[in-house]
T-cell receptor, first 112, second 117 residues
Framework: EDQVTQSPEALRLQEGESSSLNCSYT??????LFWYRQDPGKGPEFLFT???AGEEKEKERLKATLTKKESFLHITAPKPEDSATYLCAVQGVSNAGNMLTFGGGTRLMVKP | GAVVSQHPSWVICKSGTSVKIECRSLDFQATTMFWYRQFPKQSLMLMATSNEGSKATYEQGVEKDKFLINHASLTLSTLTVTSAHPEDSSFYIC?????????????FGPGTRLTVT
């Protein structure tokens, strides 16, 4: 059974204070690891897909990295508008239904 | 690209009535759509997988007779909450996977807030 654990549950940063969010996963074979951003009362917004260890992807102030056991979402010099819940999900090769297994999310709050 | 819409965005209904929520992929075709439920400050809980032209697959503990799912075309799936009760009040979100894509991303709709009074 695929499992995803995200830490911390909540993170408060000052504007400009860089940090990282962690996503630890257990999967029989990884098809993909996904990062989403979710604002209150809205659906998740797709950010990145990572497929293999060593892969990195960047978008504005966000950079996602992947190892065989975990992924990090690095936030460089965050701004208040980066405040949201960040969700990590995996899809394993044993998952014939293409389902995603989600972690509990990290609530990020960036204060000006 | 990869836009998914949901309608309505919010709905209030009386206990015992039924409510239908639509999920549409606007710029791509989706053989598979997923329905999730989300409680406040919690992550997404998969309710069912909807496949175009076939019966939906429900997750354990989800009543298929209460949450009716229809996926009649490659761009539309509907979730009907039958005989709704206050405990069915929640945020319902759908997602869709691009049939033409070689990747495995799912794109999510904006969600529907259901309140049962």
């Amino acid at each position: 059974e695929d499992q995803v654990t995200q830490s911390p549950e909540a993170l408060r940063l000052q504007e400009g204070e860089s940090s990282s969010l962690n996503c630890s996963y257990t999967v029989s074979g990884l098809r993909g690891l996904f990062w989403y951003r979710q604002d209150p009362g809205k659906g998740p917004e797709f950010l990145f897909t990572l497929y293999s260890a060593g892969e990195e992807k960047e978008k504005e102030r966000l950079k996602a990295t992947l190892t065989k056991k975990e992924s990090f979402l690095h936030i460089t010099a965050p701004k208040p508008e980066d405040s949201a819940t960040y969700l990590c999900a995996v899809q394993g090769v044993s998952n014939a239904g293409n389902m995603l297994t989600f972690g509990g999310g990290t609530r990020l709050m960036v204060k000006p | 690209g990869a836009v998914v819409s949901q309608h309505p965005s919010w709905v209030i209904c009386k206990s015992g009535t039924s409510v239908k929520i639509e999920c549409r992929s606007l710029d791509f075709q989706a053989t598979t759509m997923f329905w999730y439920r989300q409680f406040p400050k919690q992550s997404l809980m998969l309710m069912a997988t909807s496949n175009e032209g076939s019966k939906a697959t429900y997750e354990q503990g989800v009543e298929k007779d209460k949450f009716l799912i229809n996926h009649a075309s490659l761009t539309l799936s509907t979730l009907t909450v039958t005989s709704a009760h206050p405990e069915d009040s929640s945020f319902y979100i759908c997602s869709a996977r691009d049939v033409a894509g070689t990747l495995y991303e799912q794109y999510f709709g904006p969600g529907t807030r259901l309140t049962v009074t």
